[in-house]
């Protein structure tokens, strides 16, 4: 290709040509790519000028990746993810006004800082330092900041649960779809929207949904596992996902119904759910269960799911394949 050449001070014949180079950073020696001109005509070889890659960059975040330090674009997201601007996210950490900015934009960090970055990116610690320091953000949002983590603490607590329960694997148990806690809490608002629900309904209407879905479409909708216990199959670990759900959800509400000695829990959503979340499908498989069993009481649809295949074909606590949805009696 034509180009100037700096050295002959002309347009020349010129080629491309990429040559590993040594980087030392801090007493490591790291190879890196470099692309340089040559000049056909006198062999001068140069920088591209127009090169956007800095081999310095390079070199750093492959010492970062051998040392297991932050990126800059680790950095960033984590600001980006709790809408923390680099002044906030500086205050709560204690770091100079133009240190985020720097390590954003490649800079190496140095380690007392990188410690710091690497704590942080555990929402738990995040929090313990929001907790004290939020209140040198403007206005609330050093409360919304709480509440965001907590939020996600909450979540990532009850998914590492719900894995040692056995859920995780995307099989014919979870209806060939990862389990999703939002799913779920769609499905159970289209279930317990403006409708009081009492909770052995409610599982059992999960159950028929899901499976239904199956049936139709292959798929589930929420990915919970359905499980053979003596009152039909309902959802494994029901108790910890509800709790989880109302704790997320403050539209959400659970009441306790005491009628002669028995108790029961009632469930019922005031807040529409996120119909974004679920396809048409799925919303009109969750419409039509409903409807379907809409006069049903917890008994009858107890006693309805108790003929069902793929719970008489299951014994106590065992998991039930989705694989019955095509014997479903609905
Ligand atoms: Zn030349």
């Known amino acids: 290709m034509k180009g100037f050449c700096p050295s002959c001070e002309k ?7 990429i040559r590993v180079e040594d980087f030392t950073v801090k007493n490591e020696i790291i190879p890196v790519e470099v692309e340089l001109f040559a000049c056909l005509e006198c062999g001068e070889e140069f920088d591209d000028p127009m090169s956007e890659a800095d081999p310095y960059a390079i070199a ?4 970062r990746k051998r040392k297991g330090m932050v990126q800059p674009e680790e950095i960033r997201s984590l600001r980006e993810r709790y809408f923390l601007t ?6 709560l950490l204690g770091f100079g006004g133009a240190t985020l900015s720097r390590y ?15 704590l942080v990116m555990d929402p738990k610690n995040l929090l313990s330092i929001v907790r004290e320091k939020g209140r040198l953000l403007n206005g609330d949002k050093g409360g919304k900041l709480v509440e965001q983590l907590e939020k996600e603490i909450r ?26 806690l939002l799913r779920t809490l769609c499905a159970v608002k289209a279930i317990c929207y403006k409708n009081n629900v009492y909770k052995t309904k409610l599982n059992k209407l999960l159950f028929y949904a899901d ?25 494994d670990q029901f108790e910890i996902i509800y709790e989880y759900l109302l704790g997320l959800d403050p539209t959400l509400t659970k009441e306790e119904d005491s009628y002669l000695d028995c108790s029961a ?5 005031e807040g529409e759910p996120d119909t974004t979340m679920l396809t048409f499908t799925e919303l009109s498989v969750l419409g039509s269960v409903k409807e379907y069993f809409k006069n049903f009481t917890a008994k009858a649809i107890t006693d309805f799911s108790h003929e069902e295949e793929g719970y008489k074909q299951t014994r106590d606590k065992e998991f039930i394949s989705y694989e019955f949805a095509k014997k479903l009696k609905i």
């Open 11 to 17: 347009e020349s014949e010129l080629t491309r040509i």
């Open 211 to 235: 499976f239904k879905n199956y049936e139709q479409t292959g798929s589930s909708i929420t990915g919970l596992r359905y499980v053979h216990l003596k009152h039909g199959p309902v959802p």
């Open 104 to 118: 954003e934009n490649d800079a190496l960090q140095d380690e007392t800082h990188d410690t710091i970055l690497r």
């Open 155 to 180: 979540e990532k607590e009850t998914l590492s649960y719900l894995q040692t329960r056995g859920y995780g694997p995307v099989d014919t148990f979870s209806g060939n779809k990862e389990m999703s």
């Open 265 to 269: 829990e009632i469930f019922r959503s």
């Open 60 to 63: 750093y975040r492959e010492y």
């Open 86 to 91: 680099q002044r906030e996210l500086s205050l």
